[in-house]
């Protein structure tokens, strides 16, 4: 578990657009479990970065979100070699009407027919990002608290 303000180092976000996310219930997580909003996950930290992605690609805050929310990355995975996850919205002319977009998240292969809009984002290289990140802020706070043991004469 790691607290907010490291949730938002990893993800590269301030506090304040978080608040405003939050506040308009447009968050890719939400907090129906029982835990605080100080107490977030690994696979928070991704579900908000790809959300950013998404919203830099273009795609609406609500369509990010939900994007956000229903992606799956499997991170013990991502140790070993592992086809890319691609996740985003895809288009297609319908006849005589407005194109219809539909979601999808998984290798980008063999599309039935051309799409006349492709959104994508790599799902996969934004959780290893996020893994990083992660791993470098535990050892970081591991290190910080050996520091404050020494210097309190706890070794």
Known sequence: MMRRNELLQIVGMDAERFNVLRRR?????DRKNGRSWQQ?????????????????????????????????????ALEGPVEDVMAGIIGYPAEGEENE?????????GFPKKPSLLI???????????????EHLLATRSVAQSDSASAAGLH
């Open 120 to 134: 994508a984002v790599n799902a996969t290289e934004i959780a290893r990002v996020c893994l990083r990140r992660t």
């Open 40 to 76: 977030f996950t690994l696979e928070d930290a991704f579900r908000l970065r790809l959300m950013q992605a998404f919203l830099s690609a273009g795609v609406r805050v609500l369509a990010a979100r939900d994007l956000a929310a229903t992606t799956a990355v499997d991170f013990e």
């Open 101 to 109: 977009y539909y979601p999808f998240s998984g290798p980008v292969a």
């Open 25 to 29: 219930g447009q968050l890719p997580f």
